[in-house]
T-cell receptor, first 114, second 112 residues
C-alpha cells in the first residue's frame, strides 16, 4: 500500500488567484494522475503527471490552466490558475505502480473559489 | 476507450449480499476490470480487479462473464458502512500502467 499526502486539504480562494496543490507519496511510483471531482459528480481525469517531462492532458484540460510538475518519483504538484467559481471542486491525486495493480488515491483537496 | 454502464442507484438490506452489475461490452482483451468505491467526502478506495477469471478477496468477489462483456461485484454480507458510490472501471494502458477513467457509478444504500 501507499501513503499519499495531499496539501492543503481544503482552501477558500479569491477568484483570479492561483492555488498549488501538493501530492507526496511515501515510495517511488510509476504513474501519478490528477483528477477533479465537481460537486455531486464523478471523478474526471485531468492529466497524467510524467516524471521529468511535460504532463499529458485529457481533452478539455490545458497546461495554462492546470500546470503540473513532477520533479521526482514521489512528488507532484497541480496548480489551478486564474481561478473562477467554476473551479470549485475536489482535486485528487492518484498513484499506480504498474499494469494490473491497484491505484491509490489521496484524500483530496477541497477548493472553494469565491 | 472502453466504457462502462452501471445502474445509478441500488438498495440492499443489511446482512444480505449486494450484487452490483456492470456492462463493458467494448472491453478489449488486455484491459482489466476494476472496482472502486467512494464513501462520502473521501478519496476512492480500491476493492478488487480482474482480467478474465473470477476473483475474491477479503472485501468482495468479482464475477466476470466468459465473454468479458459484463461483470458483477458481490459484497457478501453488506453492512451500513458499505453505503457508498461504487465505480466499475475498465483500465486503459498507458506506458505499461493503467489509466482509470471513472463513469457515474452506482450509489449503493444499505438499509438497516
Amino acid at each position: 500500500s501507499a501513503v499519499i499526502s495531499q496539501k492543503p486539504s481544503r482552501d477558500i480562494c479569491q477568484r483570479g488567484t492561483s492555488l498549488t496543490i501538493q501530492c507526496q507519496v511515501d515510495s517511488q511510483v510509476t504513474m501519478m494522475f490528477w483528477y477533479r471531482q465537481q460537486p455531486g459528480q464523478s471523478l474526471t481525469l485531468i492529466a497524467t503527471a510524467n516524471q521529468g517531462s511535460e504532463a499529458t492532458y485529457e481533452s478539455g484540460f490545458v497546461i495554462d490552466k492546470f500546470p503540473i510538475s513532477r520533479p521526482n518519483l514521489t512528488f507532484s504538484t497541480l496548480t489551478v490558475s486564474n481561478m473562477s467559481p467554476e473551479d470549485s471542486s475536489i482535486y485528487l491525486c492518484s498513484v499506480v505502480w504498474g499494469l494490473g495493480t491497484e491505484a491509490f488515491f489521496g484524500q483530496g483537496t477541497r477548493l472553494t473559489v469565491v | 476507450d472502453a466504457k462502462t454502464t452501471q445502474p445509478p442507484s441500488m438498495d440492499c438490506a443489511e446482512g444480505r449480499a449486494a450484487n452490483l452489475p456492470c456492462n463493458h461490452s467494448t472491453i478489449s482483451g488486455n484491459e482489466y476490470v476494476y472496482w472502486y468505491r467512494q464513501i462520502h467526502s473521501q478519496g476512492p478506495q480500491y476493492i478488487i480487479h480482474g482480467l478474465k477469471n473470477n476473483e475474491t478477496n477479503e472485501m468482495a468477489s468479482l464475477i466476470i462473464t466468459e465473454d468479458r462483456k459484463s461483470s458483477t461485484l458481490i459484497l457478501p454480507h453488506a453492512t451500513l458502512r458499505d453505503t457508498a458510490v461504487y465505480y466499475c472501471i475498465v483500465s486503459l494502458r498507458i506506458q505499461g500502467a493503467q489509466k482509470l477513467v471513472f463513469g457515474q457509478g452506482t450509489r449503493l444504500t444499505i438499509n438497516p
